[in-house]
């Protein structure tokens, strides 16, 4: 390792004697409002106790660049950047007095270049995207945060990620002042005791020992989550002249997660144990997030992700997995596009549910028809699952260990012989399961009401019912989307508001039986459009029934009447599952919650995919 050396530094020694620069291969400036004030706030205490000893705040990792006095933050900067924010605010506060022109040059200072030219830089210059950018005009701007901020927006610089927490913290600093030191005196005193009482040790050394200093203080994540330590550990196996490079395919995975609001760590966990078998002290197959970074450095686990060997590819592999999980919850198929049957899953899923990317994930390089199918076996499992309220943990070790099994499923080359065994799974996995959740499925829907679970996925289970008498009475067996059933509105048969006189008849024909209980029942709900809905009122069945059949549903019409066409018609078999009624009881809503599950059953089922 190359030579070390370390100095202490007070803040205003270091902002005076030194150029940071944060280069674009390391972590973006990421602390929230919570952390910004955590640290002001730790300082102020300081401060308030009266005793004027020296406040050490860590260490920070620098790697010294070939201009002299100028170096390259490895480890540090979140503290740095947020200190130096702190003199912005604190220059625009100073403005007029003596203190004015010290801050101006703790913030940017001239000087000459080994070429013997003059410059000028900023003494933190952030150098990944925008960032550099954003910073000068921080300080050119050099006023409060609301007219930064407008004068930002004026000149185009993009507002989003850490150029956010950048304006945000600059912005967390001047509401601090504002509340905590209103009075000059009182400001210059604070000043006085940030600028020489808050110390830190600056490490130097070159850039390959510094980020190997960097892994061993943080290989516990220590002020770091392991997405950040990954990064590192990536870039202390290629040469200096890669970082560039590595910084480029490195923000492939980091930018679509943050403009999708993606966690990065839950997808990092979901990625390993959809592509690798994951071995832990446990058995479980399970990689919790804390330990994401313990398993990834491990010996044998390094050599499984080939990272040491060829750590580009390794990026690569993270993100064609980042394409695709963006892809899944955008509705789209394993090929990119839109697929009816991941919509689907997602209307089920919706943001509550996440695990199954993992399946998804493992499942990727199948063939699409191979893929499409899986989706919607996947899709009866876990609508068995989810609506028994089964905790996620009793699903995690099953989804480790069925990810090895589909990813070997995915490399076998004969196309009948994948679709074999892609049957035995569905059977042997998901259908076994499903048989044990039966009777549990069949309570809960008998017991299911409008609260029960989240609205958006009562909405699923009427539009998906729904759409499929609809398939039924048209003669179609490939269902499309469910979003024109989705868009329906969730209609009471029996009023969610009725009229007094409604309410009192329902009381004196159904004795021992809750109106309020009833009404919110799933056999008394069904999809309705808008415009009929609105017609339809609040009024007694009889006066409904007459809008119920100008639905462009027939589940909704079929409440009313059913259709006669013919003999061993499509109508007619699916007429043999439906209910009309005549007048609308406790009763009638009972029986029709039984015809819903039992259309339901027929629904939410696996089948065999061809294999011939």
């Known amino acids: 390792m190359a030579k070390i050396e370390d100095h202490k530094y007070t803040i205003e020694e270091a902002f005076r004697e030194c150029f940071y620069v944060v280069p674009d291969y390391q972590r973006e400036y990421v602390w929230t409002e919570k952390e910004v004030h955590q640290l002001l706030q730790d300082v102020d205490e300081e401060f308030d106790g009266g005793d004027r000893r020296e406040y050490f705040i860590g260490t920070v990792l620098v790697s010294p660049t070939q201009q002299k006095g100028h170096f390259e933050v490895i480890d540090g900067q979140q503290r740095l950047t947020t200190f130096f924010l702190l003199l912005c605010a604190l220059r625009q506060r100073f403005k007029g007095e003596p203190q004015y022109p010290l801050f101006t040059g703790l913030l940017s200072t001239s000087y000459t270049d080994t070429g013997g030219n003059l410059k000028t830089s900023l003494k933190l210059e952030p150098r990944y995207e925008h960032a550099g950018e954003l910073m000068n005009q921080i300080v050119a701007i050099d006023s409060d945060p609301q007219t930064t901020k407008a004068k930002v927006a004026a000149v185009g610089i993009p507002r989003f990620g850490s150029l956010d927490n950048l304006l945000n913290a600059y912005g967390t600093i001047h509401s601090f002042l504002d509340a905590n030191y209103k009075d000059t005196e009182a400001l210059r005193k604070y000043w006085g005791y940030v600028a020489n009482n808050i110390v830190f040790i600056q490490i130097s050394t070159d850039v390959s020992s510094a980020l190997k200093i960097f892994e061993t203080i943080n290989e516990r994540g220590v002020g770091l989550n392991p997405m950040d330590l990954l990064k590192n550990l990536l870039f202390t196996q290629v040469r200096q002249e890669e970082f560039t490079s590595l910084k480029s395919e490195w923000k492939k995975i980091t930018t679509p997660l943050e403009r999708n609001s993606e ?79 991941m919509e689907s899953l997602q209307r089920l899923c919706g943001a509550a549910f996440s695990l199954h990317y993992v399946l998804l994930l493992a499942a990727a390089n199948f063939p699409k028809a191979l893929f499409d199918h899986f989706v919607q076996q996947l899709e009866s499992f876990l609508f068995y699952y989810i609506f028994t309220k089964t905790p996620t943990k009793d699903l995690e070790r099953n989804f480790s260990v069925w990810a090895d099994e589909l990813r070997e499923i995915g490399e076998i080359t004969d196309a009948k012989a994948q679709k074999t065994q892609l049957n035995e799974f569905v059977a042997e996995r998901l259908q076994k399961s499903m048989d044990a959740k039966g009777p549990e499925l069949s309570d809960t829907l008998k017991r299911y009401e409008l609260g029960s679970m989240q609205q958006y996925r009562t ?66 709900l069904t999809l309705l459009e808008k415009p009929i809905n609105i017609v339809a009122g609040n009024g007694f069945f009889e006066k409904k029934k007459a809008e119920y059949v100008k639905s462009g549903n027939y589940l909704t019409r079929s409440i009313a009447g059913l259709s006669a066409v013919g003999k061993n018609s499509s109508i007619t078999r699916i007429n043999d599952k439906l209910l009309a009624f005549e007048s609308w009881s406790g009763q009638a809503i009972e029986l029709r919650q039984e015809m819903l599950i039992a259309l339901g059953k027929e629904l939410w089922r696996t089948s065999p995919i061809p294999v011939g």
């Open 263 to 341: 966690k990065p760590l839950r997808f990092l966990r979901y990625f390993i144990m959809a592509n690798y078998k994951v071995k832990n002290e446990r058995r479980d197959g399970v990689v919790r997030e804390d330990e994401i970074y313990d398993w990834l450095i491990s010996q044998d686990n390094a050599t499984i992700c080939g990272y040491r060997t060829d750590p580009f590819g390794f990026v690569g592999k993270i993100i064609r997995n980042v394409e695709r999980y963006i892809a899944f919850k955008e509705g789209r198929g394993n090929d990119g596009t839109f697929s009816f049957a």
């Open 459 to 524: 909405r699923y289970l009427l539009a998906k019912v729904t759409q499929q008498v609809e398939m039924a009475f048209k003669g179609m067996s490939t269902p499309g989307s469910i979003t024109e059933f989705t868009r329906l509105e969730i209609e009471h048969i029996l009023p969610d508001k009725p009229e007094a006189e409604l309410r009192q008849s329902f009381a004196a024909a159904n004795p021992g039986k809750s109106y309020d209980e009833y009404k919110v029942r799933l056999g008394n």
